[in-house]
């Protein structure tokens, strides 16, 4: 049962270009959700989120979507950086417990 | 300020043993979730602690257990390994552990089971 999908397992980009990510989600009791960047032999590291009351989220490059009704979220990079190669995962936190989607890995290419 | 520290980084283990993976939270911080992470599986919730408390589990069998000691280190047990357990295993710390608080991360066990 995945209650947080990411359809596509990877995405190319042109440097430059916009980036992006989307996720889907099927339990509407999630009231956060956040987007955390990965880096091969690292953990996870925290990229921004949003409230489940708001439905934009910016910070710097990074600008977050939410559209409850349709259960979807988005993660926009503009302008995308070769250094924003790594795998992308959208979560949803409902109370104590947070659910990662299986990842989008971004290539940004020069 | 020193991150999540999980130990060890690399482990082999061989089918039917157990195996115990240690994790230290960021000072200060209360709350340890534990994920493992397969291909093409994303990062799968194994359990969250507070305060010594397991707060929340995921779906994974009695095989895998955790506990958390009042320095709010955390320790994860794998009893009667599987091959299929062979993944990276991550735990991460957060103050609270709800909200829109991030969690961090650490670099994670690779647990390679043969």
């Known amino acids: 049962d995945q209650q947080v999908k990411q359809n596509s397992p990877s995405l190319s980009v042109q440097e430059g270009r916009i980036s992006i990510l989307n996720c889907d989600y099927t339990?509407?009791?999630?009231?956060?959700f956040l987007w955390y960047k990965k880096y091969p032999a690292e953990g996870p590291t925290f990229l921004i989120s949003?409230?489940?009351?708001?439905d934009k989220n910016e910070d710097g490059r990074f600008t977050v979507f939410l559209n409850k009704s349709a259960k979807h979220l988005s993660l926009h990079i503009v302008p995308s950086q070769p250094g924003d190669s790594a795998v992308y995962f959208c979560?949803?936190?409902?109370?104590?417990?947070?659910?990662f989607g299986a990842g989008t890995r971004l290539f940004v290419k020069a | 300020k020193a991150g999540v520290t999980q130990t060890p980084r690399y482990l082999i283990k061989t089918r039917g043993q157990q195996v115990t993976l240690s994790c230290s939270p960021i000072?200060?911080?209360?709350?340890v979730s534990w994920y493992q992470q397969t291909p093409g599986q994303g990062l799968q919730f194994l359990f969250e602690?507070?305060?010594?408390?397991?707060?929340n589990k995921g779906n994974f069998p009695g095989r895998f257990s955790g506990r958390q000691f009042s320095n709010s280190r955390s320790e994860m047990n794998v009893s009667t390994l599987e091959l299929g357990d062979s993944a990276l295993y991550l735990c991460?710390?957060?103050?609270?552990?709800?909200?829109?608080?991030?969690?961090?991360f650490g670099q994670g066990t690779r647990l390679t089971v043969v």
């Open positions: 991460a710390s957060s103050p609270m552990g709800r909200g829109d608080t991030e969690a961090f």
């Open positions: 339990n509407s009791m999630f009231d956060y």
């Open positions: 949003i409230s489940s009351i708001k």
């Open positions: 979560a949803a936190r409902e109370g104590f417990k947070t659910i």
């Open positions: 000072s200060g911080h209360r709350s």
């Open positions: 602690y507070f305060s010594e408390t397991q707060r």
